[in-house]
């Protein structure tokens, strides 16, 4: 007999039982499942129809677009202000370049969420 030691089953002999789909009671479940739990009885998952997926996908795109207009004209703005040595206009149009993008950004996120709730 060749090799030394027991002899391993071959896979087709072993027996593994179906892992189960949920955890049986008596096994702890993790703090992100817990989290999930919480989250799905407060705000449970809404399926979106196609013409909602639609309508904010075009709002994304409009804000995408509203954003990158906005940093050209200041970042624009910015290289003048760099040209006349101007550290404070360099600053602030940096924090309005960041406050603006904030507000468009949550305008964008309202919007989506009115068409989350809309009707159909």
Partial sequence: MAGC????????????????THNPPWIMKTAYELAMERLSKT???????E?????????ESRYKAKIAQRELFIKDEIVKAID?????AIEQLEKQLTSDRKSLQAELEEKKEKVRHAKG
């Fill in 5 to 20: 030691g027991p002899r391993r089953p071959s896979a087709a002999t072993t027996h593994n039982p179906p892992l189960p």
């Fill in 51 to 59: 013409h909602q997926k639609k309508e904010i996908a075009e709002l």
């Fill in 84 to 88: 006349k040595v101007d550290p404070e």
């Fill in 43 to 49: 705000s449970p998952a809404t399926k979106l129809t």
